[in-house]
């Protein structure tokens, strides 16, 4: 009989989760707030944030006026700012009982919330996070030790090959490059098993060579590249990349 990996429960499911556009709310103007901001616009929300001025930290002023990337509120929450239909919820706030009422709101209007100071409240945890371009990793200790998130996303982000993010773009650009030589949607398997078998019998080291190639290069790597797709094969990296240069 077939055996499958058993379920483990007790996990958070882990998304990537698309917010660009999306209408985010942020209750609060301190330092938690500031790393607020900066989650939410690098995955290019529309951040809204609620606190008196007397309660914003230097960096939130900079998002505010110089980088002006924050709608901000010059006052403290009521109740009717979530009249306008946000997306996402994120208090981080120092008045832990008005920190549970917001959640508790949040959750009656089924508006995903994240309470910092307050797990139990949380839809969803922030993570400790890496990111090279569009290559992101994540860390979650599901709450049971932040600072811990952290230092583990450091050991990871130190062990990554350089110019990785570099390579997954690349490597974005050469997936976009098949669906146009085999636009139909019924050749989804051949499309897959070529991009699957080219990063197998390339590795790392070779999809690494993608991130050097001035355009002509790139052009004639894609010329080669598109005659071995139509047999099916996978050529050696060597055959259609231009010999290292040596640094
Ligand atoms: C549950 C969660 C909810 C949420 O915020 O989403 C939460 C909750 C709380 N954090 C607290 C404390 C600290 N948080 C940090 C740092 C981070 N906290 C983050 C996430 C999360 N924090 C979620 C769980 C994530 C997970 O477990 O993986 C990170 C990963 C992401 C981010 O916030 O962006 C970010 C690192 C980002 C980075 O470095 O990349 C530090 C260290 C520091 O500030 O340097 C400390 C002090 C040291 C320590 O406690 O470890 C307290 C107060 C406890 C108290 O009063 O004692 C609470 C409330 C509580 O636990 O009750
Ligand atoms: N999840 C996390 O990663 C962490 C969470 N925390 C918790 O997050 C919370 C915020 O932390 P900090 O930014 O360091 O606090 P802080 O004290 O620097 O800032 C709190 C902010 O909330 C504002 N505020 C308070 N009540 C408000 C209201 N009703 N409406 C609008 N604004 C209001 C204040 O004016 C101030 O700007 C704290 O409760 C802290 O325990 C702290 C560290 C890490």
Redesign the pocket.
């Given at each position: 009989m077939t055996s499958y990996a058993p379920i483990r429960p007790g996990g958070s499911l882990i998304l990537a989760w698309q917010t660009k556009g999306r209408k985010v709310l942020i209750?609060?103007?301190?330092?938690?707030?500031?790393?607020r901001i900066v989650s939410v616009k690098e995955a290019d929300a529309q951040v809204t944030l609620?606190?008196?001025e007397?309660?914003?930290?230097h960096e939130?002023k900079h998002r505010i006026h110089v980088d002006k990337v924050v709608n901000w509120v010059d006052?403290?929450?009521q109740d009717s700012d979530l009249d306008q239909h946000y997306d996402m919820v994120l208090?981080?706030?120092?008045?832990?009982e008005?920190?549970l009422r917001?959640g508790q709101i949040c959750r009656e209007r089924r508006i995903p919330v994240?309470v910092?100071?307050v797990p139990s409240m949380c839809d969803f945890y922030?993570m400790s996070q890496h990111r090279d371009g569009p290559l992101q990793i994540a860390v979650s200790t599901n709450g049971q030790g932040?600072k811990l998130a952290n230092m583990i996303r450091q050991k990871i982000a130190s062990s990554l090959p350089q110019g990785i993010g570099e390579t997954v773009r690349r490597m974005g650009a050469l997936r976009a490059k098949v669906r146009q030589w085999d636009p139909e949607i019924s050749n989804s398997g051949p499309r897959m098993r070529w991009v699957t078998k080219l990063c197998e019998d390339w590795g790392w080291s070779g999809m690494a060579r993608l991130n050097n190639l001035s355009q002509d290069e790139e052009k004639d790597m894609y010329t080669s590249l598109q005659k071995a797709y139509e047999t099916g094969e996978v050529p050696p990296v060597d055959t259609v990349l231009p010999e290292e240069k040596s640094a």
């Amino acid at each position: 009989m077939t055996s499958y990996a058993p379920i483990r429960p007790g996990g958070s499911l882990i998304l990537a989760w698309q917010t660009k556009g999306r209408k985010v709310l942020i209750v609060g103007g301190g330092q938690v707030a500031a790393g607020r901001i900066v989650s939410v616009k690098e995955a290019d929300a529309q951040v809204t944030l609620i606190c008196p001025e007397k309660g914003l930290c230097h960096e939130v002023k900079h998002r505010i006026h110089v980088d002006k990337v924050v709608n901000w509120v010059d006052r403290w929450f009521q109740d009717s700012d979530l009249d306008q239909h946000y997306d996402m919820v994120l208090t981080a706030i120092d008045d832990h009982e008005e920190s549970l009422r917001i959640g508790q709101i949040c959750r009656e209007r089924r508006i995903p919330v994240n309470v910092a100071d307050v797990p139990s409240m949380c839809d969803f945890y922030f993570m400790s996070q890496h990111r090279d371009g569009p290559l992101q990793i994540a860390v979650s200790t599901n709450g049971q030790g932040p600072k811990l998130a952290n230092m583990i996303r450091q050991k990871i982000a130190s062990s990554l090959p350089q110019g990785i993010g570099e390579t997954v773009r690349r490597m974005g650009a050469l997936r976009a490059k098949v669906r146009q030589w085999d636009p139909e949607i019924s050749n989804s398997g051949p499309r897959m098993r070529w991009v699957t078998k080219l990063c197998e019998d390339w590795g790392w080291s070779g999809m690494a060579r993608l991130n050097n190639l001035s355009q002509d290069e790139e052009k004639d790597m894609y010329t080669s590249l598109q005659k071995a797709y139509e047999t099916g094969e996978v050529p050696p990296v060597d055959t259609v990349l231009p010999e290292e240069k040596s640094a």
